[in-house]
């Protein structure tokens, strides 16, 4: 039997069920990489992250070759490659790891559809994500969770994650030595793993960081080396200032899955186990790769999940189109040294701390500069290494107010927040080299600084370095306002309705997929029209998540649609049923939602210790997200939300948190509130001043 083994993600050998089904009865096996021109070459995707590719393909490729094999390189469109290397090598199986990205899902519809017509059944594997997002969805009666706590409930009752699978045997079947010939025949070419500048890339990459399972493995054995870190590990806790990263960046090698996720999962969970005690999700390393479970099972499920403009989780917000803003907030060109630090880094890196995303992302939308959330997904889909789609539009609602959280008031400062981390200031010098001789009194407000002070430093403000884009004091209390009156104008989520499914016609090769031409990859903007489009809302049709088995069915007719067949791990069935989507955020909920922001966050804690422990990063490292997702309200609690938000401000706009036991927390000046409100008396109160003034 010939075998063809697909690789897209999971850039490993180890943990690869699809390629242990591969090698079943194998007798010659073709691993390909089939490089897409979707992805290739056309600026969807920065330099440093296809260098991590490349890095990642080169080292498959010593895996293979250790083996006695090699991984073949193609060219082409998936779906119409595929059926020519079925043809060239006279495949008679073809395995490959699912996708849940919008584009994945329908290249692998047409995929699917031209390999059923050559008759060669096909088998499909759940190995990027810890659970099956389809399966989860099922067992939650077809409804999304849109909280992290309701998201672990469910996952409880679907049990426990699979057993990553064994390795490969050392060695493989070698490729026969027609197979160049033969894919000649079909008007192909084998090529080698790429050079940068033969995918029409011009720069040289910056990153420090490189690609591959072989390093993957080994930072994952470095980082679980010290057992006291991981089980006292807290995501609210960090340095975002530190010069050498302070996490795992594994985010990457889990985004390509050079390193598998399970195998991660296990390893925490025997340290977990060997310890009299540990932090616990969602603050522990476990419970962030639980917010990347999380945030792949809302992506998968939710229409438009990659925009604002008919996604039932988004708020609408009215958000100001400025291109010059965007540009100017990606060039680190914004007169504020701390988020042009943050936003240089990125272009240097690939790569910036979780509290730093947090940073530069609350002041691109509600913060400072008003600009649409997906303006900044595009640039950090453009430029982090670890960019993973499901994350990084999930976490661009949530640090900008439109969904998972809703504590709009609560804004980072971008002069006091990177001040407290490192008040020298040498995180700014070293990634905003014009002020690497101001002093420490003026490097986070170089504008303040005396004119002899900026001379001496080399650095007139104005001129060597920009003035402050806006008056972070004024827009932010501005931006406030905007969008308290965008809530205010909200129509309930639940009356926005997802678009309608395929008909059974349509969907009968592969049930619950809309049409291919309902399908279609989100456009992006071209370099010379790139400034136009920034903020303008995408037009990408969502498509229903992919079913998956772990076995296909046997070949069937090209006019009869696949049968489902077993999987080789069942999950076990729930009857639990959660927070039904699409309904109206509850922000009072999220503020009381359990989780870090409860007790955690940096130095002594306060209200931006607890912002950093409510809000995710874009992508974070070790590829989760960390915070608390806000809950929504059902029909019956609709007569008290406004109430419930009223008391929510007054209370963050006072500048205080109630406790259990009295008393009240300060706000830290890293996050301010700006709405200046007195809360009324109760009318308890009013009538005891009545009663008291009678006696």
């Known amino acids: 039997m010939n075998a063809l083994l697909l690789f897209r993600k999971g850039l490993r050998v180890h943990d690869n069920p699809a390629l242990l089904e591969a090698l079943t009865d194998c007798k010659q096996l073709y691993p390909v990489f089939v490089f897409d021109p979707w ?65 994945s899902v329908e290249r692998d519809r047409n995929m699917i559809r031209n390999v059923e017509a050559t008759g060669v059944p096909w088998h499909s594997f759940v190995s990027h994500t810890l659970y099956d997002t389809a399966k989860l969805l099922h067992l939650n009666k077809g409804q999304v969770v849109t909280a992290y706590s309701a998201f ?111 195998v991660f999962y296990q390893r925490l969970q025997q340290i977990e186990a060997e310890a009299k005690q540990s932090s616990k999700p969602p603050v522990s390393l476990r419970g962030q790769l639980l917010w990347r479970e999380f945030f792949y099972f809302v992506g998968a499920n939710t229409p438009n999940f990659d925009r604002m403009e008919g996604n ?60 649409p959330w997906e303006a900044g ?64 009194k003026w490097i986070y407000e170089p504008w303040k600084a005396p004119i002899a002070d900026q001379k001496q430093a080399n650095c007139r403000i104005g001129v060597d370095y920009p003035k402050p884009m806006v008056d972070h004091a004024a827009v932010s209390k501005e931006n406030i306002q905007k969008l308290k009156d965008a809530y205010a104008a909200n129509s309930p989520a639940s009356k926005i309705k997802p678009p309608p499914r395929a008909s059974p016609a349509a969907t009968a090769t592969l049930p619950g997929h809309a049409p291919a031409s309902q399908a279609r ?64 955020p509850d922000a009072a909920a999220t503020a009381a939602s359990p989780g870090p922001s409860d007790d955690k966050g940096p130095g002594a804690g306060g209200q931006d210790a607890r912002q950093d422990a409510a809000e995710p990063e874009a992508t974070l490292p070790g590829g989760t997200a960390t915070g608390v997702g806000g809950t929504g309200s059902d029909k019956s609690h609709s007569t008290a939300r406004d109430a419930k938000q009223r008391r929510l401000d007054w209370s963050a706009a006072a500048g205080k948190k109630r406790k259990a036991g009295g008393g009240v927390q300060p706000m830290c000046d890293g996050l301010q509130s700006r709405q200046q409100l007195t809360r009324p008396p109760s009318k308890r109160q009013s009538k005891l001043k009545v009663v008291l003034s009678k006696v």
Request: glycine fraction near 6%.
């Open 39 to 103: 992805f290739a070459g056309n600026g969807k995707v920065g330099t440093n992250r296809f260098s991590f590719l490349l890095d990642s393909l080169h080292d498959l490729d010593a895996s293979f070759k250790a083996r006695g094999s090699r991984l073949i390189i193609v060219h082409g469109n998936p779906p119409d490659v595929v059926p020519q290397l079925i043809k060239a090598w006279k495949i008679n199986k073809v395995c490959f790891e699912a996708d849940t990205e919008p584009y």
């Open 152 to 262: 672990q409930r469910l996952t409880q009752r679907a049990g426990l994650p699979g057993q990553p699978v064994g390795d490969p045997p050392s060695l493989l079947p070698p490729i026969p030595a027609d197979a160049q010939q033969a894919l000649a025949m079909v008007g192909l070419k084998e090529a080698g793993v790429p050079s940068l500048a033969d995918i029409g890339y011009h720069d040289q990459p910056t990153s420090p960081f490189k690609g591959g399972e072989t390093l993957a493995l080994k930072r994952l054995k470095e980082h679980t080396a010290d057992k006291a870190w991981v089980v006292q590990f807290e995501k609210p806790k960090g340095n975002p200032a530190a010069l050498v990263p302070a996490t795992t960046v594994l985010s990457p090698y889990l985004k390509f899955g050079c390193l598998s996720i399970r």
């Open 312 to 371: 039932p989780i988004c708020k609408q917000i009215p958000w100001d189109t400025d291109a010059v803003k965007v540009a100017a907030w990606e060039a680190g060109k914004t007169g504020f040294p701390w988020i042009d630090a943050c936003m240089r880094q990125l272009q240097l890196h690939g790569w910036m701390h979780h509290l730093a995303r947090h940073a530069v992302a609350c002041f691109l939308t509600r913060g400072d500069l008003y600009c």
């Open 377 to 440: 997904r595009d640039v950090f889909d453009r430029l982090l290494i670890d960019d993973d789609w499901s994350i990084n539009n999930a976490n661009w609602m949530w640090l900008s107010a439109s969904a998972f959280f809703y504590q709009y008031h609560r804004v980072y400062s971008p002069i006091t927040f990177g001040k407290k981390y490192d008040p020298n200031g040498d995180f700014v010098r070293k990634f905003v080299p014009e002020l690497k001789d101001f002093p420490a």
């Open 521 to 584: 990859p989100p456009p992006r903007a071209s370099p010379a029209v790139k400034a136009t489009l920034y903020g303008r809302k995408q037009t990408s049709i969502p498509v229903d998540p992919l079913p998956r088995q772990d076995a296909q069915p046997q070949p069937v007719a090209p006019s009869q649609p696949a049968s489902a067949a077993g999987s080789s791990s069942q999950e076990p069935k729930s009857g639990f049923v959660d927070v039904v989507m699409p309904r109206e």
